[in-house]
């Protein structure tokens, strides 16, 4: 008989009349990891805001070691020993490990409203050295890498005795050593007897680390049952309600001769060197690295948002060598951003001005007062929100902001479709996307070739850029290590290259003693 | 239960809706003519008006700024050297008691008036240097914002302490009267039936609206406004388009500076002294947002209506001043919480957004 740590009980939530979850009824055993997975909009975020009192449910009952909760705000989920580590980590990352762990209560000196500081670099050190991480207490945050800053939130976790721990996405920024101590140190929290919630896309991780499995699918729990019961074939059918056949769609061009993008020789120090690199027309051309590789600064630099110090750049035989976005746009480029929120969309615009915003000069009329034709912008955008298949209301008064993220990163797409460009460059074009939108990505970005456009796709998973390119450059420390042509993709060798040449990086191998 | 929806979202529809400032303006008229009749009589409704043009001008080119997340503490600093300059060209005479220590005396004008004085081209010539130190000072602004990246809130202040400072240093403190009557016409005067001050600011607010609503530009303002690392990826030239927010709103003051110099027939060092609070108020008032990105034509006019009729029935009180000045500071703060309360009501039509 086991011991439940969480019950969900028949859970229901609305938002203004749509059913954001039904019914959902499953537990999570004490001391065992459940994976929840689910398509964006499923309703796994809904429940877990639930879960950790930002939502209120309208129906159902949640119990916590057999007691009711009723949390009325995210306090009340802390003091029930709930602990979220999210994907964007929550630290105050001027001050140090030790000041970032106790924040919401220091030790104090007696009564007196001062730190201890003894106390208080004992207790951080006790919590570092369970969760593996070896550095001093004292450090700033801002020193530590993206997975070294995962483990100081989860020892703030602990600091405050978390029973739940719910963790969301946590290996996208990881290295392969650095998830692998990861997944170690989940076990050794199970066998502490606390429990996990583990929410991720990266469905072959949640095999792996979980004891069971949820499934959430339109609101609805589709099943859950012993991961022994799952593959990762099956998780994608109960996700998406269908069987994907084949995930990425067979190319059907063949590169052309001709050299749309031209880089040679860019060096910025400390960043990129000496990286050269041709793209031909209707080819996708992928740049593998890890983070800090310097993959999404290069492709900054070849759009002309940052500068290099050396080299040239050129575009469809035009120099483009520091140019502006504009200029570079003009040229023929264009620049899907890694992050779609801060540089792709303007949240609070409606999707038809987000379409036509690079395109703009292309719909005037009356010469030099520049006046926009708007009917003819909002049939270019029709036609192009109708191409991509975005889910929205009248594209003229829809906001951004309300549009799932897959349809978003249709929006940031189409944008620069309607801008007609020789050269697209991609940076995690399906970041945070769900299935069902990747595959429409997927799709649109082959055609997209077909049509004679160059493509740079840049992506730190390894699976999509073996499925959607023709050729692999593989990136790491600022430099090209190493290329790879379509029929010799080998998953493991771009991985080594990858981690070659890693200044100062520990080797998945000197981790591997854990 | 239809009706009782529709019931429901009523106070909602109001306040989000685009005219909401207008009926409030109107409904306070009615509340305060009850009590004070000759609030619409023929002359004071003419005075109400009076006091418009010259406000919408600047609150217009304060709103440029603010739609590119600027601000611009300047405007007011601009209208008083502008007044002093423009003056000190066409005035026809000076009084040598209050202007011998002057340090221009003898250089840009003596006794026998300013540098342009009696010339037929005085008046628009120095029309044409007002506006074009207020551009040249907006011109500044806007490239210490733009590209060398400094914050608004401070380029503008240091340049509105600079400014007032300058043009009590050009003019000694002194007014400057005896400017000439085509000058004072501009602000006074009538074409036909209609006052030349409501042609000029009309003008400016027909072309406002051009470059917001119909073109390129406009659009760019908003892109800037809203999220200015997009619109730089897009290829919108943001420098430039955060520069030239400031130069409009530099233009606007000066011609600001040139309807008021003209009523009050006199080149004024301390113009505009107290009118920031209702530049900005009454840009706030009209719901223009002082975190960018939000702001139209007409919302400046309800903003200004508003606060002029505020103005006008506070005068009309028996209230002593300064009892003025906390009322019509309630009455900006009351704007600004309500302006929260509209984006809150206008976020809880969408779906919330959770911690995930």
Redesign the interface.
């Known amino acids: 008989m086991t011991e439940w740590e969480i019950e969900f009980d028949r859970i229901s939530k609305s938002?203004?009349g749509?059913r954001a979850l039904s019914e959902v009824s499953f537990s999570v055993g004490k001391g065992r990891t459940l994976g929840l997975i689910g398509e964006n909009g499923a309703g796994?975020?809904?429940l877990?805001?639930i879960l950790?009192g930002?939502?209120t449910q309208d129906e159902g009952t949640i119990r916590l070691s057999g007691k009711q909760y009723n949390p009325s705000c995210?306090a009340d989920a802390t003091r029930a020993g709930i602990a979220?580590i999210?994907q964007e980590l929550n630290l105050f990352t001027n001050l140090s490990v030790a000041d970032n762990l106790f924040i919401d209560g220091f030790p104090r000196i007696g009564r007196l409203p001062f730190i201890d500081k003894r106390r208080l670099h004992k207790r951080a050190a006790e919590l570092l050295s369970f969760v593996d991480l070896h550095v001093s207490a004292g450090t700033p945050v801002e020193m530590l890498t993206p997975g070294e800053r995962q483990l100081v939130e989860i020892a703030g976790a602990l600091s405050r005795d978390a029973r739940v721990i719910i963790f969301?996405e946590p290996t996208t920024s990881l290295t392969a050593a650095e998830r692998k101590r990861l997944f170690d140190i989940i076990k050794r929290l199970q066998d502490q007897g606390r429990t996990i919630i583990y929410i991720s896309h990266t469905l072959e991780d949640v095999l792996q680390v979980s004891d069971a499995i949820a499934v959430l699918r339109d609101g609805c729990l589709v099943n859950t049952g012993p991961v022994r019961k799952y593959s990762v074939d099956r998780m994608i059918a109960d996700m998406v309600g269908r069987r994907i056949e084949q995930m990425y769609p067979a190319r059907s061009t063949i590169p052309g001769s001709a050299a749309v993008l031209e880089v040679e020789g860019v060096t910025q120090p400390g960043i990129v060197r000496d990286i050269s690199i041709k793209l031909h027309e209707k080819e996708v051309l992928g740049i593998f690295g890890l983070m800090g590789s310097g993959r999404s600064e290069l492709a900054r630099i070849i759009?002309g948002?940052d500068s290099c110090r050396t080299g040239r750049i050129s575009i469809r035989g035009k120099d483009a060598t520091g140019s502006?976005?504009?200029a570079?746009?003009?040229k023929g480029m264009a620049?899907v951003?890694e992050n779609r929120h801060?540089?792709?969309?303007?949240?609070?615009?409606a999707v038809s001005?987000n379409l036509d915003?690079?395109s703009?000069?292309k719909f005037?009329r009356l010469g030099p007062?520049?006046?926009?034709d708007r009917s003819r912008a909002l049939k270019f955008a029709n036609r192009i929100a109708e191409t991509l298949r975005i889910k929205s209301g009248p594209i003229h008064t829809q906001?951004v902001?309300?549009l799932s993220g897959g349809n978003q990163q249709k929006v940031v797409i189409g944008?620069w479709m309607l801008a007609e460009p020789g050269v697209l460059i991609l940076d995690e074009p399906t970041r945070g996307i769900d299935v069902g939108a990747k595959y429409e990505v997927y799709g649109t970005i082959n055609k997209l070739a077909e049509g004679g456009v160059g493509i740079l796709y840049i992506s730190s998973e390894l699976e999509e850029l073996t499925g959607m390119c023709d050729r692999i450059l593989v990136i790491s420390n600022g430099e090209i290590r190493a290329e790879f042509a379509r029929p010799d993709f080998d998953q493991e060798k771009i991985l080594q290259a990858a981690f070659s040449g890693r200044a100062g990086y520990r080797t998945p191998s000197d981790n591997s003693g854990n | 239960m239809r009706a009782r929806r529709i019931l429901l979202r009523l106070p909602g529809v109001i306040v989000l809706s685009d005219h909401f400032v207008l009926v409030m303006t109107v409904l306070y008229f009615l509340l305060i003519w009850a009590v004070y009749p000759h609030m619409a009589g023929r002359r004071n409704i003419a005075n109400l008006f009076s006091n418009v043009w010259p406000l919408l001008a600047l609150v217009i080119g304060q709103m440029f700024v603010l739609i590119v997340g600027g601000i611009d503490l300047s405007q007011t600093s601009i209208m008083a050297v502008t007044s002093v300059l423009g003056a000190m060209m066409m005035a026809g005479r000076f009084d040598p008691a209050k202007f011998e220590q002057n340090p221009l005396w003898g250089v840009v004008f003596s006794e026998q008036g300013g540098l342009l004085a009696g010339s037929g081209w005085a008046v628009p010539a120095a029309i044409m240097v007002m506006l074009f130190v207020g551009v040249g000072i907006g011109l500044l602004n806007g490239v210490a914002v733009a590209k060398l990246k400094m914050p608004p809130f401070m380029v503008t202040l240091v340049a509105m302490s600079f400014y007032s400072g300058l043009a009590i240093y050009l003019s000694r403190s002194e007014n400057i009267m005896h400017l000439p009557d085509s000058f004072i016409a501009v602000g006074k005067g009538t074409v036909g039936p209609i006052p030349s001050a409501m042609l000029i600011v009309v003008t400016l607010a027909f072309l406002a609206f051009v470059i917001l609503n119909l073109s390129i530009l406009g659009r760019w303002l908003y892109a800037v406004g809203q999220n200015i690392r997009t619109a730089r990826v897009s290829g919108i030239p943001t420098e430039r388009v955060v520069v030239l927010a400031y130069v409009f709103s530099g233009f606007c003051a000066a011609l600001g500076s040139i309807l008021y110099s003209a009523r009050l027939e006199a080149g004024r060092p301390t113009l505009g002294r107290n009118l920031l609070l209702d530049v900005i108020g009454a840009a706030v008032i009209g719901g223009i947002s002082l975190y960018g990105g939000k702001g139209r034509v007409l919302w400046a006019v309800y903003g200004v209506l508003f606060f002029v009729v505020l103005d006008n029935s506070l005068n009309k009180m028996p209230l002593e001043f300064y009892s003025i000045d906390i009322i019509k500071g309630g009455v900006i703060l009351l704007a600004a919480l309500l302006d929260s309360l509209r984006t809150h009501i206008a976020s809880r039509q969408t779906a919330p957004e959770g911690i995930f």
């Open positions: 938002f203004f749509a796994k975020s809904t877990m805001n950790g930002v939502f995210p979220f999210h969301d759009f948002l502006s976005p504009a570079s746009i003009r620049f951003t801060q540089e792709g969309l303007l949240m609070e615009a001005e915003l690079p703009l000069r005037t007062a520049r006046i926009i906001k902001r309300n944008k």
